[in-house]
């Protein structure tokens, strides 16, 4: 499988993090769902296409995935159900360092620790 993580893909989770951080509630939660929103929000206020806010979000969703989330799709459209921000957290910091590694290794080592 090539690799088809977008050059904005770093920005755009960097600006999800922030968010996410400053929309959480005072128990600090956050639903699935207003990860998934702010990734569309930070690539739109980017000026990036509606596919490479898609190729992220995959890219989020396969690290998620490694994380040990079953259902990480699922994850990101549910609004009914809270996660404790600290969770959300470590999906999106994770998922940035993946794409640091991606960037620095010309290695598929880099890639296969970010679930793909």
């Not at 690539?43 to 990480?72: K, N, Q």
Request: proline fraction near 3%.
């Amino acid at each position: 499988m090539t690799n088809m993580v977008p050059a904005s893909s770093s920005e755009i989770l960097k600006r999800t993090l922030d968010t996410v951080r400053i929309r959480a509630n005072s128990n600090g939660e956050c639903f699935g769902g207003d990860i998934a929103d702010s990734i569309r929000e930070a690539g739109l206020a980017l000026g990036v296409d509606c596919l490479e806010i898609l190729l992220t979000r995959t890219m989020l969703a396969r690290t998620m995935e490694s994380l040990g989330e079953s259902y990480p799709a699922e994850v990101l459209q549910d609004y009914q159900n809270r996660m404790p921000v600290s969770k959300a957290l470590k999906y999106l910091s994770e998922a940035i360092v993946c794409l640091e590694n991606l960037k620095t290794s010309e290695s598929g080592s880099a890639a296969h620790a970010c679930g793909e």
